[in-house]
C-alpha cells in the first residue's frame, strides 16, 4: 500500500519542468532514502514515501511497512 505509479513525464509536465531535473530530483530523494522504488514485478515508475516521511493507513499497517523497510523488503506486495 502507499504505492504511486507516476511517470517522471507527468511530474515534469505537472511542474513545468525538465523531464531531467525530475530525475536528478528523483534519484537524490532515493539516495536519501526520503522516497523508495518498487523492485519487479512492479512497475519500475511505482514510488512511495519512506514510512517515517509520510504513511496513510492504520498503525498497524505503519509498523509492518516500518518493519519491511528496516529489513530490506520494500517492494509491493501483490494486491497493493
Not at 6 to 29: E, T
Not at 40 to 49: E, G, I, K, N
Request: hydrophobic share 40%; aromatic share 6%; net charge positive.
Amino acid at each position: 500500500d502507499n504505492w504511486l505509479v507516476v511517470k517522471q513525464a507527468q511530474i515534469a509536465n505537472a511542474l513545468g519542468i525538465h523531464r531531467v531535473q525530475v530525475s536528478r530530483a528523483i534519484r537524490q530523494l532515493l539516495a536519501e532514502r526520503v522516497l523508495l522504488q518498487a523492485t519487479p514485478p512492479a512497475p519500475r515508475a511505482a514510488y512511495r514515501l519512506q514510512v517515517d516521511v509520510a504513511y496513510r493507513g492504520s498503525r498497524n499497517g505503519w509498523y509492518k511497512r516500518r518493519r519491511e523497510e528496516q529489513s530490506g523488503q520494500a517492494a509491493p506486495q501483490s494486491g497493493g
